[in-house]
């Protein structure tokens, strides 16, 4: 418990250093955020400045530094340039969309990405771990963009078996299966190698040598101890998959946080990017916390570790 | 000698036992094959209910290989059993071979009726699991009955292994636990179903020796205790005197003697044995010099083993002012830190050390793992900051050099570690790797002259020249180690900090790097820091002994007065533990667990120190 | 002495060259990454048309002998395209990489090995940067430079600095660990001597590795950025450009988007078959037994 309150501790001084970088870099962007606003549409000097008093960038640096600090600490992070809707509530109102997809996703990929590479795993150097690290591979070398568009040509066109946009579950199957190939492969070899490497270790040789069928040998020894690295990279993996995720709102032409963003990038509405970042990086860090946490529940060291302070 | 040898030196089928009683398992022209690599080649030998038999061997002499192929383990380390019987009594008294057993009888028969006891306990459990659960698996596997009951087994078996506190033990991770107890962990699930044959795998190899004297005198116990018998797996001839019936000495996968161990210690009949005998460094047998010797060593060439060079009195201190001076030397470092990162805990590797070495002089710094030997010979080598102390190097502080004489200090006190593939750059050809200090402090100028340097000096420590363009994994073990030792010749080293450096050696190759050592002391005046926890070799190659026990030295002195008269309760058990390769003289020894405390403390409270009196010229010993 | 004269170790096995090529799957693959960089080579003679020209033929016509992947919404001939895109795709993908590589293998060597408090603070940012999904960094440099191919170059390049960063300070404070650096340390040796000579040889074959193993997803980040608009733009023959062209006709005209994405999927899966090969060579230990 100790632990876990240190590393909430712990993350104020990250969230208040990534913070920092989010504006040191918004500041750094060309262009005066006025002219950016009004996207080349004419307007009076008077216009510019009040608009300039009203966002409060006619105060210092500093001034502005502190304001935003406090202003993402509590979520408000002012209004989109476009609609002059506050960021914070848009962003809430994709933040559904984009969830159910990235759980669907993660679904998928996470059954095949086990499926192939614990089949792997248990027959190195066979046909079925070439059959399955091949597969692998493919998955993680296809272009999530591409694969989505054949899924829509094969099953939305010619077959039309799923609708191929809306906002039912059955037209979040094949955005599903896009995003879940995007982290399957990666996640298949991790469980493979992890899983090689738990087999090799002596403590398997004893088990053997207790006379284990190998059942228990392997199915309580080796993947007991061989779940542990897929689990700490889990945080990566659901970073992964909300990278996926912007990939395939576009392609679907689906609403949610990656559809979004890559709109905001191209509109030029720094607020609603900026608040983005800010978002997406307490949700990591928090993510990140938990997935540390069930790291500590699988490996008794970790715990006892950690209960010691070391 | 009498016409009829006791023993034989063939390789032939098991040696009929003279007392008619049918043996436990026979191994009959056992052939083991790893890809097209023989392992083990037509190994014979027999085993009667409780008796001891030990295999003996150095590396690579096929003696684990053995152990694995009679568990059935031969194929899931990737080899075949290519030729052979392993005949094996089983529980209803029927004769099995296990070599033709199917995979789902041999699983009744390992862990049930045969079991074995790896080397390496901090690997050889689950880190995943409680001890309690790991035991109590064995249990329900081959005797099955309630979880429950399983536990209560559990807990009888620890307390059999006489783990204090075994309650507690039983929930309890394997990282929670010494080397010592992981052991007895591995031992206690080893016995769970009263094996009838015990397969003991270099059971205490990596262990410390106080540690090992205990698991051995408990293994030996339990023995007596269960009337299993006892396949002793080891290198140590020490060991196999204590605790062997009869002894298979192995030698390149062939059996190359076999018998009662008495005779084979007392007339062995091939060369091998014979040199290995001779190797084996004995603790006590130079009680009677002042001095060291430089013994000759027995090689094997052709088949003949052959006694090389001659007996030399290692009289090489030079008296007058020291070469190297360490006064009130105190290391530590922190290790546990609160909420807010200061610092809790910290382990107080070295306290207050002072010594001093003579040019020509062999200084032995021994203790047990975690004494802080090795942090002294990194604080000399500049590797580690000392928190408090001075080191004076000829004449001059530490503190008081400029940074240029401290980069000349680096070539003056040279390192010789235990792991000589490890301390050699892979990537760099031997030679590149030996003129590096040369190149470091320019000591020869112009690519030839270096060459022909580096070239003489792998000469003089007894490689080939004209290997100088290979790779380090080109070589043995044996050989590494003089490459390391011509690196620190090169750098014109004065002072050599050798820590464990002949310990991961075979003993036959031990005893030549030994030699080589003590033969380039004569010839250069080279100081050493002898960091070791072998005592025999220690008394066989120092001129004074430091002990050092929990990071302060309990006890100084000239090698007679130390190990021919120890005085303090440390030195004394780190002797005592010392298996003695003598099988006429059998000692009974504790297996209770008695282990070193750890040196790390809560920051406010520093250890006691001690103060150390002088009990004889030269001789200190800490006050208790 | 007698050690002297033992027989020794048998010197390392074949190259890793002649490994690569006697394994089916990499052999393949090498034989379909030489196709693609012979297109990108020699595309002016190995396409029938040029790339750009409107109306080679039909608007959005099905592929024939002529056109073998069809023609687009302008008439252009898809295959002379997917040819042209080699000399985009392929490139832009290896500049991102070695550009990535370079800044990030620079900053994880100078955090492992200065070791430290400049590395404690280092590693949690560079941890931190990981978490954020490497397009979305990229999409958000791109907002900040604007869009373009070389922005996009210096994007993609930007957003994978943390996982090179982090890759090579491990490396790095695992090649700092060998005994053979501290017994350099001990003897005397400069910090630059043992950089060069001891340090930098150790973790070279981590960072070749790790530059084939995501050379791949160099071309795939790049083609992604260009195909949500934000880099190469139309009508540049670039395979990410050419399937954002193609995802308004994937029901009239299918192989718009088939050529270019099949073109971009061999050119990552032979890349990644030859860094997994690769990496099992390198490190024998990936190959399992028992």
Known sequence: ?310 | MTAEPTHTALAEGPRPKADGVAPLLEVDGLTVRFGRAEAVREVSLAIRPGETVAIVGESGSGKSVTGLSILGLIPFAGGEIAGGSLRFRTADGAFRDLTRLPEPEMRRIRGAEIAMIFQEPMTALNPVFTVGDQIAETILEHRGGSARAARAGALDLLKKVRLPDAEAMLDRYPHQLSGGMRQRVVIAMALSCQPRLLIADEPTTALDVTVQSQIVALIQELKEETGAAVIFITHDMGLVAETADDVVVLYEGRKVEEGPVSPVFSAPQHAYTRMLLDAVPRLGQCADDPLPSCRPVTIMEHGVARKVGDTRVQDTVVEGSPLLKVEGLTARFDVVHDVLGRATHRVHAVEAASFAIQPGETLALVGESGSGKSTVGKAIQQLVRPNSGEITFDGTRYSAMSARARRRLKRDVHSIFQDPLASLNPRRTVGDSIAEPIRIHGLIRGTDAIRSRVRELMDRVGLRPEHDGLYPHQFSGGQRQRLCIARALAAEARLIVADEAVSALDVSIQAQIVRLLMTLQAERQLSYLFISHDMAVVEEMAHRVAVMYLGQIVEIGPRQAVIGSPRHPYTQRLLASVPVPDPDRRVRRSSDVSEVPSAMRPVDSPPEPVRLVEVAPGHLVAKT | MSEASLPLAPSEGRSTVRQLMTTPTSAVAIVILAVLVAFAVFAPWIAPFDPSKAAAGPRLGAPTAEHLFGTDLHGRDVFSRVVWGARYSLPVGLCTLLLGLLAGGALGVLLGYMGGRLDAVGARIVDVLLGFPAIVMAILVVSVLGVGLVKVVIAVAIADIPKFARVIRGATIVAKQNLFVDSAVAMGAGPARIMLLHVFPTILPTVILLGTLNLGGAILSTATLSFLGLGTQPPTPEWGTMLNDGRDYIRYAPWMMIAPGMALFLAIISVNLIGDRLSEIMDPRAKGRM
Not at chain 1, 51 to 78: I, N, Q, S
Not at chain 1, 193 to 210: C, G, L
Not at chain 1, 211 to 226: D, S, T
Not at chain 1, 273 to 287: D, E, S
């Open chain 1, 1 to 310: 418990m100790t632990y876990f309150v240190r590393r909430v501790v712990a993350l104020i001084p990250i969230l208040f250093l990534t913070w920092t970088a989010v504006f040191i870099v918004f500041e750094l962007i060309p262009g005066d955020p006025v002219n950016l606003m009004l996207a080349g549409v004419p307007a009076s000097e008077e216009v510019i400045a009040n608009e300039r008093a009203r966002l409060g960038l006619d105060k210092p640096v500093l001034e502005r530094y502190v304001t935003f600090l406090g202003r993402a600490a509590v979520g408000d992070l002012g209004e989109s340039f476009r609609t002059r809707a506050p960021v914070t509530e848009m962003i809430l109102a994709q933040v559904g969309p984009t969830l159910q997809l990235a759980a669907a996703g993660l679904l998928v990929g996470l059954t095949v990405g086990l499926f192939l590479g614990v089949l792997a795993g248990l027959r190195p150097n066979t046909w079925i771990d070439t059959a399955c690290t091949f597969s692998a591979l493919a998955g993680s070398s296809l272009p999530s963009f591409w694969t989505g568009m054949v899924l829509i040509y094969i099953f939305g066109s010619m077959l039309g078996w799923v609708p191929i946009v809306g906002t039912g579950l059955d037209a979040l199957i094949l955005p599903a299966i896009v995003t879940g190939l995007f982290i399957a492969g990666d996640f298949a070899r991790l469980v493979r190698s992890s899983i090689i490497d738990a087999s090799r270790q002596d403590y398997i040789r004893t088990a053997r040598a207790k006379g284990l069928p190998p059942i228990k040998i392997i199915g309580k020894h080796a993947l007991r101890n061989a779940l542990i690295p897929p689990v700490t990279m889990l945080g990566i993996q659901l970073s992964n998959l909300m990278g996926g995720a912007v990939v395939t709102e576009n392609v679907f032409a689906r609403p949610g946080l990656g559809t979004m963003l890559v709109d905001a990038v191209l509109n030029k509405d720094m607020p609603l990017v900026q608040a983005l970042v800010v978002y997406t990086t307490a949700a990591y860090l928090i993510i990140n916390l938990l997935v540390d946490v069930v790291y500590g529940l699988i490996d008794p060291r970790i715990r006892h570790a950690r209960a010691a302070g070391t």
